[in-house]
């Protein structure tokens, strides 16, 4: 049966460090969030959006979202001073009758529609779910010190993307606990993991990568390159 699926697209960072925000980054004469709604409208997973933004930017916004195709039901809603509470945002502006929430980092603009449908098919009550990648390096942890005190097993380690997704209904209560016990988490699967409940990870793959350096971007640019180039 299908489940209505909300994606909660998180674009309202404020960091310059690369000249401009990085939901505006561009890839191959792009912004970068364009390729993130591209890759939503194309998940046939995704029933509506919500696009989490600075209030700034939602002229701009509306535009590429136009530019983009965009057909499915899509909120614009303000992000908050940190992510939890722009996620939080971007969750309380889902349609009635939504599911499941796919949460997902507007600067990871490469996921491809396989991989949203992939994350979704894997959430199931109580389990959320997440994309995510096997570590290729050895790890260690250190003390404050910044001594070795351990090696972890590599093959147990798996570095997480997003979209992540959760069953909407407990995902709001657990969200809304959090709020009032002043929890702030980075991660969305780390909410979901304090409540008790499972995490399921679905195996992605490393292009999947987050806008974070100048280095990410020129990367970004070769595999959608390589992509176009791919029958």
């Given at each position: 049966?299908?489940?209505a699926c909300c994606g909660v697209i998180v674009a309202a960072g404020s960091s310059t460090r690369m000249g401009c925000a990085k939901q505006f980054l561009p890839l191959l004469g792009e912004p970068a969030i364009a390729w993130t709604l591209?890759?939503?409208?194309?998940?046939?997973?995704i029933a509506s959006l919500v696009l989490v933004i600075r209030e700034e930017d939602g002229e701009a916004m509306r535009?590429?979202?136009?530019?983009?195709g965009v057909t499915k039901p899509l909120a614009l809603v303000h992000g908050g001073a940190e992510r939890q509470l722009?996620?939080?945002?971007?969750v309380l502006a889902a349609p009635r009758g939504t599911q499941l929430v796919a949460i997902h980092d507007g600067a990871r603009a490469l996921v491809t529609p396989a991989q949203i449908d992939a994350a979704v098919r894997a959430a199931s009550f109580p389990e959320g779910a997440a994309l995510a990648v096997r570590v290729k390096d050895t790890i260690k942890v250190?003390?404050?010190?910044?001594?070795?005190?351990s090696t972890p097993a590599r093959e147990s380690l798996w570095a997480v993307q997003t979209p992540q997704v959760f069953p909407y209904?407990?995902?709001?209560?657990?969200m809304e606990r959090a709020v009032a016990e002043g929890r702030l988490y980075t991660d969305d699967c780390q909410l979901w993991e304090h409540a008790g409940l499972p995490v399921r990870l679905c195996e992605s793959s490393?292009?999947?990568?987050?806008?974070?350096t100048l280095d990410d971007v020129i990367t970004a640019e070769a595999i959608l390159r390589k992509r176009r180039e791919t029958p």
């Open positions: 049966m299908e489940r591209r890759a939503f409208q194309n998940a046939g997973s535009e590429i979202a136009a530019r983009c722009s996620v939080r945002a971007g250190t003390d404050e010190n910044g001594l070795v005190v209904g407990r995902f709001c209560a657990e490393y292009e999947n990568l987050k806008l974070t």
